[in-house]
T-cell receptor, first 115, second 113 residues
Framework: AQSVTQLDSQVPVFEEAPVELRCNYSSSVSVYLFWYVQYPNQGLQLLLKYLSGSTLVESINGFEAEFNKSQTSFHLRKPSVHISDTAEYFCAVSDRNNAGNMLTFGGGTRLMVKP | DTGVSQDPRHKITKRGQNVTFRCDPISEHNRLYWYRQTLGQGPEFLTYFQNEAQLEKSRLLSDRFSAERPKGSFSTLEIQRTEQGDSAMYLC???????????FGPGTRLTVT
């Protein structure tokens, strides 16, 4: 079984400032890692994912996340946030060896970007 | 293709009534997933289908919950004898294969009064 902990339920930040949203996971098996974003009144959208290879993965809108196996973390970062980044962010894992590939989510972090 | 769609978007029902939600996945996606999201929490996996076969249903919350995908296309999630604790957002997702990303629908918000 897996579990995901997102250490911050809310992160307020000023526009153009850097941000880090923290995600730690616990698993007895190898996992795939994901970040999803939920904008107000919209469905979940995949932001980025780590399946294998380079431990640093990037999204098209400037976010990046680094898989750290020793610390069992997958923190999300952006060097300069915009007002439009205001949303709820969910970290998720799935068991590499499970054919179902169901996702286990963290509790979410609400990013609030202020002007 | 407009993505995963769910119907209805909102449902208000009285305790004890049965409700059914529908999910239409992205066409040609053979995997379909149901999740539940309660306020302030992340989504929680319920069940999934590969084509018409329901391959995992042990996470369904009780025997009041059931899901079908009769022709391997759309799926329905039914909750019998609803309780106030069933109030939540019910999310559907689909993917082309196990390795492909899951695409989520907008959800059905259930309120049990």
């Amino acid at each position: 079984a897996q579990s995901v902990t997102q250490l911050d339920s809310q992160v307020p930040v000023f526009e153009e400032a850097p941000v880090e949203l923290r995600c730690n996971y616990s698993s007895s098996v190898s996992v795939y890692l994901f970040w999803y974003v939920q904008y107000p009144n919209q469905g979940l959208q995949l932001l980025l994912k780590y399946l294998s290879g380079s431990t640093l993965v990037e999204s098209i809108n400037g976010f990046e996340a680094e898989f750290n196996k020793s610390q069992t973390s997958f923190h999300l970062r952006k060097p300069s946030v915009h007002i439009s980044d205001t949303a709820e962010y969910f970290c998720a894992v799935s068991d590499r060896n499970n054919a179902g590939n169901m996702l286990t989510f963290g509790g979410g972090t609400r990013l609030m970007v202020k002007p | 293709d407009t993505g995963v769609s769910q119907d209805p978007r909102h449902k208000i029902t009285k305790r004890g009534q049965n409700v059914t939600f529908r999910c239409d996945p992205i066409s040609e996606h053979n995997r379909l997933y149901w999740y539940r999201q309660t306020l302030g929490q992340g989504p929680e996996f319920l069940t999934y289908f590969q084509n018409e076969a329901q391959l995992e249903k042990s996470r369904l919350l009780s025997d009041r919950f059931s899901a079908e995908r009769p022709k391997g296309s759309f799926s329905t999630l039914e909750i019998q004898r609803t309780e106030q604790g069933d109030s939540a957002m019910y999310l559907c997702a689909s993917s082309l294969t196990r390795m492909e990303s899951q695409y989520f629908g907008p959800g059905t918000r259930l309120t049990v009064t």
